[in-house]
């Protein structure tokens, strides 16, 4: 149990473009997703926390109109990355957790990643 | 949540456990210690996590100190397919939506033949 998928696993995409990646938890319902960022030979950074029907609470640094994120559904995140620079090539990965009742913080369930790439 | 330091690199022989440490020093009452790893170009996997007590599953063993200001990830018979960058995470386990998790930048285990 607990799978994640993203779509598309690979994008390649025109300077000033848009491109929607899409988060998936397949086998449960997930109350919270993440969005992370990760250049090339450094570590995750998180982007954005999404709750189900609330809007997403961005980092510092990370701009909200630049990087718009929906949680339509309890299965459901989608990222869109709007006009697109070649700055904005990275590995973009999500994660699901089921949150829970009384404050039990369960795991982070990852996605595979989207691997993005703006020419 | 409190930070964490672990060794840049290690290297290990197939089939011998790996032991990676993990310093948290400054961790509160309350955090627990979580361990993902990243294979590469993939994304993280949840290893473990634990509070005070000594944790196993079917992957790993978490070995937390007394006082626990540092831990222990075991892997007991590494396998190639074990080389990936450990991250060492510890965080409140709190109410409301407050689950994210902040990545260091982990140790990279390199399993050798």
């Known amino acids: 149990g607990a799978v994640v998928s993203q779509h598309p696993s690979r994008v390649i995409c025109k300077s000033g473009t848009s491109v929607k990646i899409e988060c998936r938890s397949l086998?449960?319902?997930?109350?919270?997703m993440f969005w992370y960022r990760q250049f090339p030979k450094q570590s995750l950074m998180l982007m954005a926390t999404?709750?189900?029907?609330?809007?997403?609470?961005?980092e510092q640094g990370v701009e909200k109109d630049k990087f718009l994120i929906n949680h339509a559904s309890l299965t459901l995140s989608t990222l869109t990355v709007t006009s697109a620079h070649p700055e904005d090539s990275s590995f973009y990965i999500c994660?699901?957790?089921?949150?829970?009742?009384?404050?039990?913080?369960?795991?982070?369930?990852f996605g595979p990643g989207t691997r993005l790439t703006v020419t | 949540d409190a930070k964490t330091t672990q060794p840049p690199s290690m290297d290990c022989a197939e089939g011998r456990a790996a032991n990676l440490p993990c310093n948290h020093s400054?961790?509160?009452?309350?955090?627990?210690v979580y361990w993902y790893r990243q294979i590469h170009s993939q994304g993280p996997q949840y290893i473990i996590h634990?509070?005070?007590n000594n944790e196993t599953n079917e992957m790993a063993s978490l070995i937390i100190t007394e006082d626990r200001k540092s831990s222990t990830l075991i892997l007991p018979h590494a396998t190639l397919r074990d080389t990936a960058v450990y991250y060492c995470?510890?965080?409140?386990?709190?109410?409301?939506?407050?689950?994210?998790?902040?990545f260091g930048k982990g140790t990279l285990l390199t399993v050798n033949p």
């Open positions: 086998d449960f319902q997930a109350t919270t």
């Open positions: 995470i510890v965080r409140v386990v709190s109410g409301g939506s407050n689950y994210k998790l902040t």
């Open positions: 634990g509070l005070k």
């Open positions: 994660s699901a957790t089921r949150g829970g009742a009384g404050g039990i913080s369960y795991e982070q369930y």
């Open positions: 400054t961790i509160s009452g309350n955090e627990y």
């Open positions: 999404s709750n189900e029907g609330s809007k997403a609470t961005y």
